[in-house]
């Protein structure tokens, strides 16, 4: 039997909760209203975030880190008070952040640490202490998941290609998680003293699938091996506490998590950081610099070449206050947890919701436990891309294709699928809605 | 709703019933085209016949679009000259690319023109030209390889 919506705990008072987001007022395709379904794709912004970063270039624009005038102490003081804010809101340190354009440039800072600190072993120059960790010989191993974002694949082929080193793979199961206790794509046969590097999700952008984070960093750690983390789907929703995930590396990106484009996050343990030669080079990221050689910055800035995206930085910071600040409707959680909360009560309706219409099959784990929002499936004798174009005629924006994760799919055999995910703004009538859009679908299309 | 110009009867038709599907021999050419946003792809084989176009076979999995399209292909271009063709290939680029300001020539394009409506959804576009790219990619590789023949 179908939920009542109203029956649902533990959501967030998404009312109130949109009339902060300007977008959500606008209308779509012929006066539709929006249901916006795509914000692992992208978040919408609110005011708070908006108004942070206006703020900025109207209250104290400057080039951060550089110049002793009053604006530019301003500004390197605003830049560094959204490092300590973010690094709160993840258990961190602020020198154990490094701002990035994106997860993705922050997964290549990790990987580019490999090839660099390999190449300029080779050629005998120097290198910071420890960095031996970050050199590889031909046939040893990098360890990922055939669930990974294309951002946490495709830099480790790259680095293999490079370095001579073997890429190995985590297997999914046909609910959709890891295949850990397989033998022979498990983590003993996968996982072994050749391991260097353990790259992993922990959240699958397409099957919505939470990962056993923590087992595999101890067996990727009994080995020697880094863990890097992808948090892209993990830390906008759900808490997230660096300190206690046991991994050395978390990666995820400002504008999924209500904040700006061109702003993402790279945690790393303050020794690894240090050991680590840099990856983009120039101002600012520098100790000495003389005509035939330079010395490095310590981190965090010596990650940050050039002038650094402070309003984007500081949009993000305003971003983390208003997720800090959201609250329970019944008041009885707030900040992530309470965002965690309202997510799983929504997958839980839609999964409900979906896998009542005949015809839909949802790919990955069909009840929400250690399961996300990210919501993806088929609709039998429908391609995706026709689909979204139906839900979109009708206002429900969803992502349709591979959702950068084309290994992923042809494990289960489909080339797209459907993604609907849900966030802070999305209530129980945007599921109505998307299982209202697909009905008429099947409709349009005589499926049913 | 927008849907009906965007999915015109003959497009739907084409999707659930290709004609010319599946890769015949012989040919002169074969081509994989993919769509790496949506991951479409295309397998088109070209059979010449001096300045002839005597078959195109294709085989591929996408959406209505790309599939009806790649069907609509077949109809088309096949037991026509290369200059028709191409002719045609440029007027179904042009109405794509026209984001639904040209006014399609139903002599030169025939069924093709049930793709007017495509024009106006971007995203949509490179859905309805997978096979038409394939197409000239694979009749420029049989050329030059008639002319490597004739050459030699």
């Known amino acids: 039997m179908t939920t009542m919506s109203s029956q649902l705990n533990g959501l967030l008072d998404v009312e109130t909760v949109s009339k902060d987001f300007p977008i959500l007022a606008r209308t779509v395709r012929g006066g539709n209203k929006l249901v916006y379904l795509d914000s692992g794709a992208t978040s919408q912004k609110p005011n708070q975030v908006l108004d942070a970063e206006r703020g900025f270039y109207t209250r104290c624009n400057a080039a951060v880190h550089r110049g002793a005038h009053l604006l530019a102490e301003e500004a390197t003081d605003a830049y560094e008070s959204a490092r300590l804010t973010i690094a709160h809101f993840l258990g961190a340190v602020p020198r154990e952040l490094v ?310 799919h042809r494990r289960f055999g489909v080339a797209a699928t459907t993604r609907a995910t849900f966030y802070v703004y999305n209530g129980p009538s945007d599921v109505d809605a998307l299982a209202e859009a697909i009905v008429a679908a099947q409709k349009f299309f005589k499926v049913i | 709703m927008d849907l009906e110009s965007l999915y015109q009867e003959i497009i739907l038709d084409h999707y659930k019933n290709p004609r010319g599907r599946g890769l015949r021999e012989p040919f002169d050419a074969q081509v994989h085209h993919v769509n790496p946003t949506c991951g479409d792809e295309i397998t088109l084989r070209v059979r010449l016949d001096g300045d002839q176009v005597v078959d195109v076979s294709y085989d591929g999995q996408g959406c209505s679009i790309s599939q009806a399209s790649a069907s609509v292909l077949f109809e088309q271009l096949t037991d026509q000259s290369i200059s028709t063709d191409l002719e045609t290939a440029d007027a179904f680029l042009a109405l794509m690319q026209g984001r639904g300001h040209v006014e399609p020539d139903e002599d030169v394009l025939g069924d093709a023109v049930a793709f007017a409506g495509v024009a106006k959804y971007p995203a949509r576009v490179k859905c309805a030209l997978l096979s038409w790219m394939a197409w000239k990619d694979a009749v420029a590789q049989s050329a030059s390889a008639q002319a490597h023949e004739e050459n030699s």
């Open chain 1, 99 to 408: 701002f990035t354009k994106n997860a993705t440039e922050a997964i290549n800072l990790v990987a580019y640490a490999f090839s660099n600190a390999t190449a300029k072993s080779a050629h005998g120059r120097a290198l910071p202490d420890g960095a031996d960790r970050f050199i590889l010989a031909p046939g040893d191993e990098i360890v990922v998941t055939q669930m990974e974002h294309h951002a946490n694949l495709v830099p480790w082929q790259e680095v293999c290609d490079k370095t001579g080193a073997v890429l190995r793979w985590l297997t999914v199961n046909d609910e959709g998680r890891l295949d850990l206790d397989d033998p022979e794509h498990g983590l003993e046969s996968v996982i072994t003293e050749r391991t260097r590097v353990v790259a992993l999700t922990h959240q699958s952008n397409v099957l919505g699938t939470i990962t056993p984070v923590e087992r595999i960093a101890q067996a990727a750690h009994a080995v020697g091996a880094i863990v890097v983390l992808d948090s892209c789907q993990s830390v906008p929703h759900m808490p997230v506490d660096v300190s206690s995930l046991g991994v050395d590396f978390v990666a995820f990106s400002g504008h999924k998590m209500l904040g700006p484009s061109g702003i993402g996050v790279l945690w790393g343990r303050y020794e690894l950081l240090e050991s680590m030669p840099p990856f983009l080079s120039g101002g600012s990221m520098i100790e000495t610099v003389h005509i035939d050689s330079s010395t490095f910055a310590a981190p965090p800035q010596r990650f940050e070449a050039g002038v650094p995206m402070a309003a984007q930085a500081i949009g993000l910071g305003a971003a983390v206050d208003y997720l800090n600040a959201l609250r329970s409707v019944d008041g009885s959680k707030h900040g992530m947890a309470a965002v965690s909360a309202h997510e799983h009560a929504l997958t839980t309706y839609a999964l409900e919701r979906l896998t009542e219409i005949q015809g839909v099959r949802v790919i990955g784990p069909q009840e929400a436990h250690d399961r996300g929002s990210a919501v993806s499936f088929v609709v039998d004798g429908i391609h995706a891309h026709d689909v979204g174009q139906v839900l979109d005629e009708m206002g429900v924006e969803v992502r349709v294709g591979h959702h950068c994760a084309w290994p992923l």
